[in-house]
């Protein structure tokens, strides 16, 4: 079926959505994102002590790699779980999507901390681990198609830039500020050795917390106001999927990958990475890390949204050009100034962690509404989804490559450099050569 967008001109306008149907809408989408950013941090912020759990191995750079493939695992499933929610909310709602895809990801993260180790059960151990990983990357797929529509959907179009930071960026904050307080009350329940024991169950435990609170939120919801009108006016799309490959946006899809896997593996190995660099190259201990990650948590939800209204004051492509351009320069240097810092330098550590996850999510924090704004109501969720999740998988793969690169702990910081420089170049190339999408909302 080939895809009817209602023209233009008959475009929702803000006065005919109540404004706690765009607060509801809004926060809904925010606060359901961090909350599967909140349960993929803590795998982030753990990984130094799962590796040897479930992974063992004489080497903790292979230890520490093992784990970050099992994140990438989760990230290769998502475009399926995109596939799957993503078409559903294209053809039965974004409001049920959300609810069904966010309970999903917060009970496979809990199940995460009853699993008993590899000294306990053996090989099942990294097993069980692994499928969990799985079925958690399905549901995020589907919360990825759900909430980064149905807030853009419903807000004026002067704020969809500044909503696209505060979802994709704000809602990253917000998911590791609340990892970071988690990380820093567990660690110091259980300091030390006990945080190998107990600790790290704890983190994932605290999945089921975000779930009940979501429900809540997603009571006050109503449905995206643009889908409404879609299906009442021009009907669905039976196969929402198989359009957003065909040949008619082929060429759409493939330049999106250029800029979602640049700006994905961006914040991997910026803010993603910084976890374990703190804690294996400038060897901070756990709590001390943790209140830098906190610090750094409120950045993002400062910097996301601000940076994802600039493109709604000079353009998308402007904004994702200057990120690009910014990043090639200032990533490289900060990254090898703070691999030269230790457990004394708090306060230049700080400084330099700052700088990159400033740019790790300025990268992307336009690129939520400009997906949207590649594709039409009708295959949106599907579209935006897919794109999204495709790109942002291989670049969630990109932290493995880079500890297996490394070789040691020591050659860590010039395998960030080097992959960081050919990254950011992809980036720049899908953001040059894709047109102007502002206002281009159908």
Known sequence: MTVTPVPPSET????????????????????????????????LYIAPTIGPLFFPSNSPTLSLAAVYASFAVTLLMRPVGSALFGGYADKNGRKRAMIVAVFGVGIATALLGALPTIEAIGLLAPVLFLILRLVQGIFVGGVVASTHTIGTETVAPKWRGLLSGAIGGGGAGVGGLLASVVFLIVSLFFPGPAFAVWGWRFMFFSALVSTVLSFFIFRAVEESPLWARQERQAGVVKAPVREVFSRKYAGVVLVNLLITFGGGAMYYLTSGYLPAFLAKVNHLPKPAAAHILIWLSIVVIIVAPLVGHLSELVGR???????????????????????????????????YAVILTILGNAAYAPILVFLNERFPTAIRSSGTGLSWNMGFAIGGMMPTFVTLASGSLAGIPLSLTIFLTVIVVLFLAGSIITPETRGRFA
């Open 317 to 351: 492509k402007p904004t994702l050009i200057g990120t690009g351009l910014v990043s090639l320069v200032v990533i490289p240097i900060t990254y090898h100034r703070l691999a030269l810092l230790g457990p004394g330098d708090i306060g230049a550590i700080t400084a």
């Open 12 to 43: 929702l306008t803000s006065d005919s959505i109540s404004s706690r149907q765009i607060w509801a809408a809004s926060l809904a989408s925010i606060f359901a994102w961090s909350l599967d950013l909140f349960d993929l941090f803590i795998l």
